[in-house]
C-alpha cells in the first residue's frame, strides 16, 4: 500500500511545551485540536490544525531544535499581507546572509516565487512560500 494514500503530518520538538503553545497559537494563530501526553510528560503534545485539518504534532522533548533545515512550509497566497500580519504579532523572519532579502524578511525563492522563514522560540525553523 503506497504511503501517497495517508495524510502525513509534520512533528516538531520543542523544549518548553507552554512555551511553544503560546507562540504557536498566540503569535501563528493556530488552532490546537487536542493535547497529549508526550513520552512521560502529560499534556506534553499539541496537534495543530492547518489547512483545514490536523497538520503539525508539537511536543515537549530533549531534542528540541537541533536542526537548521526548514521543517515545514505554509503555501500561502498573500505572502507580504501573511507577514505583515506575523510580524504584527512579534514574530521575527530569519535573514540568511547568501540571500538578498526586502525589508520584510522576504527573498526570492529558487524556481521562482517567494520565501520568508520564521522560527519558533527552539529555533525550528519554518518557511512561507508564494509563487508570485
Do not use: C
Not at 37 to 53: E, K, L, M, T
Amino acid at each position: 500500500m503506497p504511503l501517497d494514500e495517508f495524510h502525513l503530518r509534520a512533528s516538531v520538538a520543542v523544549s518548553d511545551i507552554r512555551m511553544a503553545a503560546a507562540f504557536y497559537e498566540g503569535k501563528l494563530g493556530l488552532r490546537a485540536l487536542r493535547s497529549a501526553p508526550s513520552a512521560s510528560i502529560a499534556d506534553g503534545s499539541r496537534i495543530y490544525a492547518s489547512g483545514g485539518g490536523p497538520a503539525l504534532n508539537v511536543y515537549q522533548s530533549v531534542t528540541a531544535g537541533k536542526t537548521d533545515a526548514t521543517l515545514a512550509t505554509w503555501y500561502v497566497d498573500d505572502l507580504d499581507g501573511i507577514v505583515d500580519e506575523l510580524t504584527s504579532a512579534g514574530v521575527e523572519f530569519v535573514r540568511y546572509e547568501q540571500f538578498e532579502h526586502d525589508a520584510k524578511g522576504i527573498t526570492a525563492r529558487a524556481g521562482g516565487g517567494r520565501i520568508a522563514w520564521l522560527q519558533d522560540p527552539d529555533g525550528n525553523t519554518f518557511a512561507l512560500e508564494a509563487d508570485v
